[in-house]
């Protein structure tokens, strides 16, 4: 079973800086994307950033500029380093990966609190 293990999530005030970790139960490599959803209270999920096993990056464009994502296949993480958080920025933050037999996992989430 596969699991993905977030941590990092925080309440910071608006402007401020986090760091999100995932580690993942297996080897990166049987990965091919990984990234970050968040959903907002009352929203639906929506794609912040992924990254491809050969290190190709999306993002939205809510975060552009402002969020960076990156992935350390020999330790198994995908990290999202967030800078200018905003009040809009606040959800919970939840980590993907799929695999190349387009299988998808999950994890149970971080919460990212911003204050204005």
């Known amino acids: 079973q596969v699991q993905l293990v977030e941590s990092g999530g925080d309440l910071v005030q608006a402007g401020g800086s986090l760091r999100l970790s995932c580690a993942a139960s297996r080897n990166n490599f049987r990965f091919n994307n990984m990234g970050w959803y968040r959903q907002a209270p009352g929203k639906q999920r929506d794609l912040v950033a992924t990254?491809?096993?050969?290190?190709?990056?999306t993002y939205a464009d809510a975060v552009k500029g402002r969020f960076s994502i990156s992935r350390d296949n020999a330790k198994n993480t995908v990290d999202l380093q967030m800078n200018s958080l905003k009040p809009e920025d606040t959800a919970v933050y939840y980590c993907y990966a799929n695999d190349y037999f387009s299988r998808e996992y999950w994890g149970q989430g971080t919460q990212v609190t911003v204050s204005s």
């Open positions: 990254i491809s096993n050969n290190g190709r990056t």
